[in-house]
């Protein structure tokens, strides 16, 4: 009796020292400065510890990253939380992820299946969850989200479902699951789904398939592009020849009959040519189908029929520049070296406007601290309105440097984040917008009222919601998946900081960059 009470109260010993063990077991401390930072006030230091979540590959670090991180008000902690999805391994932690799908918050179902695109490691990824929330999500930005997903993990059993989505209601959505099987090369069996967007009213939707069908290079493609073009005009017509040239090999220019007319001697036993190098079919020189010369804003060719241009005008626009060689608009020799920069911004525009037909759409932005939109809505660019935003365009200028304004800002620096929201449609507000309001008024998504936009600035962002540019170009690359806008760009000087912006704004949204002065 006397062993059994001492082997029970070692038994018990031993199970105190375990409970004790357990108690006194240290949390993960990547948690626990998760908590201490994860409410404070800088965005970029809850960024950073969002970021940080990933080296904990626990359920409890992911829950963390769902509910704190892709909640956040601010969108770069929002995008950081989506590429940190992308670096759970750990079978506890990959189980978080799916059971997250299933949250009554589509912006956390979206952000998780953005996040899943990083993870092209699981071998036993179950992409029947993003094929059936692609068909069956309510929300319209989670089934885009499915779709962008399944095209960047690359799974040949997913294009029957984006073939499907093509149909969906939401435009966005349908964009998306047309650029997702661009991405795949999706081949004939998606083309009968493709050619019926050619007839959507959505210019974006039109594009979007062109695309599609380009990147396919299938033989039952080809006459549904060559209707297309005899019926498109502007961008889409200039995306549609360059489908077809890049897909055939041939040369019509926009003249569709002459396509139809090949198509018609050939296509019995035409079968697609190999694709040329992408260097080698750099873009040529600036005419149109016809022989015309294209438009040009600072030497930037555009075909658009609906343009926006975007000038800044903050107070370092009024210093002198000294133009690269060359002649001006005026034909004058370049240069004195007393001409401001926004005057010669100025000088461009108006020979731009004048060499626009009345089809054409036109509107204008001027930016500092704050953002003046010329128009509500793009106008044609008659005569008449052409003087009008010549006219206006010369009133536009900084106000005086250095003072605080009403909204909170300090007038005549540049605010470009506020400039581009507005170019993008991501503000309601739009005849005039104070720097300090462009938080606020977001739409569904990025719908702007123009295909084409040149913008055109001679420093780095120092005002506004966002001045750290690689964030400003991440926003914009996001906005543009949807928005399809082409964004050249026009530097007045070649600094550093506005090399970066420039290059990157024309790289993202599949514009030109160009640099004026020295």
Same mark, same amino acid.
């Given at each position: 009796m006397k062993h059994q009470l001492i082997v029970l109260a070692l038994a018990l010993l031993g199970l105190g020292c375990n409970v004790g063990a357990q108690v006194k077991k240290p949390e993960d401390p990547v948690l626990v400065e998760f908590r201490q930072y994860i409410g404070d006030a800088d965005a970029l230091v809850r960024a950073e510890q969002v970021e940080r979540l990933g080296r904990s590959q626990t359920a409890d670090s992911v829950n963390l990253l769902i509910n704190r991180g892709l909640l956040d008000g601010d969108s770069r902690v929002r995008d950081r939380a989506v590429r940190t999805v992308g670096k759970y391994e750990s079978a506890e932690a990959r189980g978080a992820l799916l059971a997250a799908l299933q949250h009554n918050k589509p912006e956390i179902r979206a952000g998780v299946v953005l996040g899943l695109s990083g993870q092209k490691s699981w071998s036993d990824f179950p992409h029947g969850k993003l094929i059936a929330m692609l068909a069956l999500d309510?929300?319209?930005?989670?089934?885009?989200?499915?779709?962008?997903?399944l +095209?960047? /993990?690359?799974? !040949?059993?997913?294009i029957?479902?984006?073939?499907?989505?093509?149909?969906? %209601?939401?435009?966005?959505?349908a964009i998306a699951a047309a650029d997702a099987l661009s991405v795949m090369a999706a081949g004939a069996e998606v083309v009968p789904a493709l050619a019926p967007l050619l007839d959507s009213p959505n210019w974006r939707l039109q594009v979007a398939a062109v695309n599609a069908l380009g990147r396919g290079r299938t033989k039952e493609s080809v006459p549904f592009l060559i209707d297309y073009l005899g019926k498109s005009e502007g961008r889409p017509q200039f995306e549609c020849k360059r489908v077809l040239t890049a897909t055939t090999d041939q040369e019509f220019e926009l003249d569709a009959v002459k396509w139809k007319e090949w198509?018609?001697?050939?296509?019995?036993?035409?079968? =697609?040519? #190999?694709?040329?190098?992408? %260097? =080698?079919?750099?873009?040529?020189?600036? !005419?149109?189908?016809?022989?015309?010369k294209v #438009?040009?804003?600072h030497s930037i060719p555009t075909p658009s029929k609906n343009i926006l241009f975007v000038i800044d005008v903050s107070s370092s626009m009024e210093t002198p520049i000294l133009l690269k060689a060359g002649k001006n608009r005026a034909g004058s020799d370049v240069h004195s070296g007393g001409t401001p920069k926004l005057a010669v911004a100025r000088e461009e525009l108006a020979a731009c406007l004048r060499s626009l037909d009345d089809n054409t759409k036109i509107n204008i932005i001027a930016f500092e601290s704050d953002v003046r939109v010329w128009q509500p809505e793009p106008v044609t660019a008659s005569p008449g309105n052409v003087q009008l935003a010549i006219r206006w365009i010369q009133g536009q200028k +900084?106000?005086? =440097?250095?003072?605080?304004?009403?909204?909170?800002?300090?007038?005549g620096r540049t605010n470009t984040y506020a400039a581009l929201r507005v170019a993008y449609g991501l503000v309601s507000k739009r005849p005039v917008v104070l720097g300090a309001t462009t938080a606020g008024g977001h739409n569904?998504?990025? %719908?702007?009222?123009?295909?084409?936009? @040149? @913008? /055109?600035?001679?420093?780095?962002?120092?005002?506004?919601?966002i001045t750290d540019i690689p964030t400003i170009l991440e926003e914009v690359e996001k906005w543009n998946k949807s928005a399809k806008m082409v964004v050249n760009a026009i530097g007045m000087e070649e600094e550093q900081g506005l090399a970066i912006l420039m290059t990157g704004l024309a790289r993202v949204t599949g514009g030109k960059c160009v640099f004026v002065g020295k």
């Open positions: 309510r929300d319209a930005d989670v089934r885009s989200a499915c779709a962008e997903t +095209s960047q /993990l690359g799974h !040949k059993e997913a029957p479902a984006l073939g499907k989505a093509l149909s969906d %209601k939401n435009g966005d959505v198509w018609d001697r050939v296509n019995a036993t035409w079968t =697609a040519p #190999p694709p040329k190098n992408a %260097k =080698a079919e750099a873009t040529k020189a600036a !005419k149109d189908g016809y022989g015309r #438009p040009e804003y +900084s106000r005086k =440097a250095g003072q605080l304004a009403s909204d909170g800002t300090m007038t569904s998504g990025p %719908k702007p009222g123009w295909d084409t936009c @040149f @913008f /055109l600035s001679d420093g780095a962002p120092t005002e506004g919601q």
